[in-house]
């Protein structure tokens, strides 16, 4: 379960942020690294971002910073840990992100169905949605690792065109 602060907005409690990522999604992309995750996959390769008390808080502000100093960028990517137990300030962080013209890549241990059934108590999660061009879902299943797999772990995860998914109202894979 998350242990977020539920209202927070400002700043984004992070494990870390890496500048020219090749691997988090199409293009050159800023990662946003985010600290807590209630998920505990076995094998998981990022246990040092379980810890919700873990990491430290990083204003939205100094993060737009960063990424408006870099103009090579495609977008930029908010991984974990878990991004959607922080829905409300990466909600934040997301208007911004558009504004620029930027995609949004957004890896998430919950599956799509379930975020949108979360999105009914919590709209944030709705509207980060909303604002997600891809999406890779689902927990890291370590019988089901697989290396060849585009910016995936394990074969139950989904990489998912959120544009074409709104449009087609069923789940489009991407390319
Ligand atoms: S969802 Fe991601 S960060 Fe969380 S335990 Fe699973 S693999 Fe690790």
Same mark, same amino acid.
């Given at each position: 379960?998350?242990?977020?602060?539920?209202?927070?907005?400002?700043?984004?409690?992070?494990?870390?942020?890496?500048?020219?990522?090749?691997?988090?999604?199409?293009?050159?992309?800023?990662?946003?690294?985010?600290?807590?995750?209630?998920?505990?996959?076995?094998?998981?390769?990022?246990? /040092?971002?379980?810890?919700?008390?873990?990491?430290?808080?990083? $204003? @939205?502000?100094? *993060? +737009?910073?960063?990424? &408006?100093?870099?103009?090579?960028?495609?977008?930029?990517?908010?991984?974990?840990?878990?991004?959607?137990?922080?829905?409300?300030?990466?909600?934040?962080?997301?208007?911004?992100?558009?504004?620029?013209?930027?995609?949004?890549?957004?890896?998430?241990?919950?599956?799509? /169905?379930?975020?949108?059934?979360?999105?009914?108590?919590?709209? $944030? @999660?709705?509207? *980060? +949605?909303?604002?997600? &061009?891809?999406?890779?879902?689902?927990?890291?299943?370590?019988?089901?690792?697989?290396?060849?797999?585009?910016?995936?772990?394990?074969?139950?995860?989904?990489?998912?065109?959120?544009?074409?998914?709104?449009?087609?109202?069923?789940?489009?894979?991407?390319?």
């Amino acid at each position: 379960m998350c242990q977020t602060e539920k209202w927070k907005q400002s700043s984004i409690r992070i494990a870390g942020i890496v500048r020219e990522s090749i691997v988090d999604g199409p293009g050159i992309r800023f990662t946003v690294f985010c600290q807590g995750c209630p998920h505990g996959c076995k094998g998981c390769h990022n246990p /040092e971002t379980h810890d919700f008390k873990g990491g430290y808080d990083c $204003s @939205i502000e100094k *993060l +737009l910073h960063e990424i &408006d100093k870099d103009p090579l960028l495609s977008g930029v990517t908010f991984s974990g840990g878990e991004p959607m137990c922080q829905p409300e300030a990466f909600l934040t962080l997301a208007r911004e992100i558009k504004k620029r013209e930027l995609n949004i890549v957004i890896f998430t241990g919950y599956t799509l /169905e379930e975020l949108q059934s979360m999105a009914d108590e919590n709209p $944030s @999660i709705g509207e *980060l +949605l909303l604002f997600t &061009d891809y999406l890779i879902d689902g927990r890291f299943v370590r019988e089901e690792r697989d290396l060849t797999l585009q910016f995936r772990g394990s074969g139950n995860q989904r990489y998912i065109d959120m544009n074409l998914t709104r449009e087609a109202g069923h789940i489009v894979s991407a390319q």
